[in-house]
């Protein structure tokens, strides 16, 4: 079992960065790919990005890359994702998601794990 809980949301500027954290329980993190999803109020949840389970691949949607980075740190059990030049329509509920063994997807139902979700809201 593995419990995640999302830190690091809130209300900036557009332009603006955020660090989101996700901190996952048990001694298990390095086994679990890690990814971020996000769910505009009225939308569909959807894939931001993901991370495999040593760090050393990665992949984001279209809409976030170039803008935002994720990251891992394993001997922490984190998962950060960094975002950049913050635009009024990254405003959502940011959740991460974490999938034994194997490696990230962009579709949710893979996942074994979810956090509750973390608000970031971008003014214009």
């Known amino acids: 079992q593995v419990q995640l809980v999302e830190s690091g949301g809130g209300l900036v500027q557009a332009g603006g960065s955020l660090r989101l954290s996700c901190a996952a329980s048990?001694?298990?993190?390095?086994?679990?790919?890690m990814a971020w999803f996000r769910q505009a109020p009225g939308k569909e949840r959807e894939f931001v990005a993901g991370i495999s389970r040593s760090g050393g691949n990665t992949g984001y949607a279209d809409s976030v890359k170039g803008r935002f980075t994720i990251s891992r740190d394993n001997a922490k059990n984190k998962v950060y994702l960094q975002m950049n030049s913050l635009k009024p329509e990254d405003t959502a509920v940011y959740y991460c998601?974490?999938?034994?063994?194997?490696?990230?997807?962009?579709?949710?139902?893979?996942?074994?794990?979810w956090g509750q979700g973390t608000q970031v809201t971008v003014s214009s």
């Open positions: 048990g001694r298990t993190f390095s086994s679990y790919a």
């Open positions: 998601a974490a999938v034994f063994r194997g490696t990230w997807y962009e579709v949710g139902r893979f996942y074994d794990y």
